[in-house]
């Protein structure tokens, strides 16, 4: 398994409309589209920075991980995902090294890609989000 680099940065907010026009216009970002991830009930907002992305998450639903973090947290940096070559193997890395694993087995994320995610408490209180692209 190897890392390739940082796939995106997922910034929570409670709404994209607020804050789109901040990463667009201000900062210069492009924005490459959006999708919403019934399964994490979440839209997702992709603003390209680079060889990654700045992802902002908005929650379609009040039981959504994501509310959960804003109500607990307030808006603001939600995760760091790591694009890998083999999202099977980094788990079973990290199953090994004794990490606490949020998932076990990989799910289907934005963009059709394979995601896992790993508890902040092993990475010095970070999320982190493993994902590979799909073949």
């Not at 991980?65 to 940096?77: D, Q």
């Not at 694009?83 to 606490?100: P, S, Y």
């Amino acid at each position: 398994m190897s890392v390739e680099k940082i796939s995106h940065i997922g910034i929570a907010v409670e709404s994209i409309e607020k804050w789109l026009s901040y990463y667009k216009d201000v900062l210069g970002l492009e924005y490459t589209g959006s999708e919403e991830v019934a399964e994490q009930k979440v839209r997702v907002a992709f603003l390209k920075i680079g060889e990654s992305q700045i992802e902002l998450l908005e929650p379609t639903s009040d039981d959504s991980p994501i509310a959960k973090f804003l109500e607990k947290r307030g808006g603001g940096i939600h995760h760091i995902a790591i694009k890998v070559d083999d999202i099977n193997t980094a788990l079973t890395r990290h199953h090994e090294a004794g990490a606490q694993l949020i998932d076990n087995e990989p799910r289907i994320g934005a963009h059709n890609m394979r995601i896992a995610f790993i508890h902040p408490k092993t990475s010095g209180g970070v999320l982190m989000e493993l994902c590979e692209e799909p073949p």
